[in-house]
């Protein structure tokens, strides 16, 4: 498979990295038959997209084994928003070698134009590092404590690809974290970032940005609107993500700063593009009628040196970590005991944020992925209203989900 203009032995859907992108509407039964042709098992996760857990739906603890297949049937609700989502496989262990590998691929949610622009782009940024040979590198050991982060920065598996435009016009721009640890701090030379969605839900209105910050797992959707010919880089700048601090185990981990891309813009000069002055946002329930827990990423020494889990546990799929009454709004506080920021990612069920302890800004909207800063908290309203099932909550540095930094939830 060729990768970054080279033949590689990297991992892929249908014969590339990222995969195809799937378009599916509100109302829509999107069937896939995955078929594995690893050497491991693996399954498949619909990153974001609001559908039943259980059975054949988007099931975190299916197991498809080597040399098998399995026919998956999401059922798109017919008020599902549109946006941008993304899909990965998501078996506990193999998580991050195989998002690190390759496999992933963009989902989108569309019912037809829903903004004003002249084009509409899918950037799905992946990141790996590959060997003299080709093959993709195995991490060490302090590699997977603090999360790997690859040396070659992707964007749709092409290495610093150059993006047309033409001044006056207007790009939605869907940029998806498909990164395994990497954080994205975004930002375009010369221009603002106007954001419109952010994990697949519209803002009230376009929210002009200097820079705009991704977790691993999550989206933005940005508006780009060139007025002046002229090479402008697209960079993610540095993101300090802690450190380990603990036993003698490292200092910080620190992403550096990676030219992801560079927008063309070529023709004179142009005003900008007008803005729309309204985005068809949802309204998200403002009260809670459920319990309030707090959850905990915990981080201690082993007899197998340091161990990660949520309120002290390693993942077990077969225990329940949270019981969850259907129908019911809750207020969690996520709790980062450890001096790393993770991203806390909760399936099927979006949540709001209602106050972080760094005062991070608050866009009042549904989101599934959200940083947690080194001993800190966020604080967010969950509604389990949309469905029932057994699911999962966990750290979206992948390599800390496969160490144990996951817990399970039922809701009944």
């Known amino acids: 498979m060729a990768l970054a203009g080279r033949d590689t032995e990297a991992l892929g859907y249908n014969g590339s990295s990222p995969g195809p992108t799937l378009r599916v509407r509100p109302g829509d039964d999107l069937a896939v038959r995955l078929i594995n042709g690893l050497a491991e098992p693996t399954n498949l996760h619909t990153h974001g997209l609001r559908v039943s857990p259980q059975g054949n739906g988007d099931n975190p603890f299916l197991r498809i084994e080597p040399g098998t297949s399995f026919d998956y049937l999401f059922r798109i609700p017919r008020d599902h928003p549109t946006g941008t989502f993304w899909y990965h496989p998501h078996r506990h262990g193999l998580v991050a070698d195989q998002v690190f590998g390759g496999l992933g691929g963009a989902l989108l949610v ?48 092409q290495h610093q690809p150059t993006l047309g435009a033409a001044p006056g016009t207007a790009q939605r721009w869907r940029v998806i974290n498909g990164c395994a640890s990497r954080v994205l701090a975004l930002r375009l030379a010369g221009h603002e970032l106007d954001l419109v969605a952010r994990d697949g839900a519209f803002l009230p209105a376009p929210e002009s940005q200097q820079r705009v910050v991704l977790p691993p797992g999550s989206r933005a959707d940005v508006l780009v609107r060139p007025t002046t010919p002229g090479r402008f880089p ?32 070529g023709g004179p000069e142009a005003k900008p593009a007008p803005l729309p002055p309204a985005l068809p946002a949802e309204q ?30 390693a993942f077990d799929p077969d225990r329940t970590d949270q019981l969850v009454r259907f129908g019911t709004v809750e207020e969690w506080t996520v709790v980062n005991t450890t001096p790393m ?39 967010l309203r969950i509604p389990f209203t949309a469905y029932p099932g057994r699911s999962v909550f966990h750290c979206h540095i992948l390599d800390h989900e496969d160490a144990g930094m996951m817990a399970t939830i039922q809701v009944r």
């Open 234 to 265: 697209l960079l993610s700048e540095p993101v300090d993500r802690g450190g380990m601090g603990m036993g003698g185990m490292g200092g910080g981990v620190r992403s550096e700063r990676v030219l992801l891309a560079t927008l063309m813009a």
């Open 341 to 379: 920021t993770h991203p806390f990612h909760l399936h099927v069920w979006p949540f709001v944020v209602l106050a972080t302890s760094d005062n991070a800004p608050l866009s009042g909207t549904p989101q599934d992925v959200v940083l947690v800063p080194p001993q800190g908290w966020v604080r």
């Open 284 to 313: 998200p329930r403002a009260t809670t009628d459920g319990k309030r827990r707090e959850v905990a990423f915990t981080m201690g020494m082993g007899t197998a040196g340091m161990s990660l889990g949520i309120d002290g546990r």
């Open 110 to 157: 569309d019912d037809g134009p829903d903004l004003p622009v002249e084009q509409d782009r899918v950037l799905l940024v992946t990141d790996t590092t590959m060997t003299v040979d080709g093959v993709v590198a195995r991490p060490d050991r302090m590699e997977r404590m603090q999360g790997r982060e690859g040396e070659l920065v992707l964007v749709n598996g």
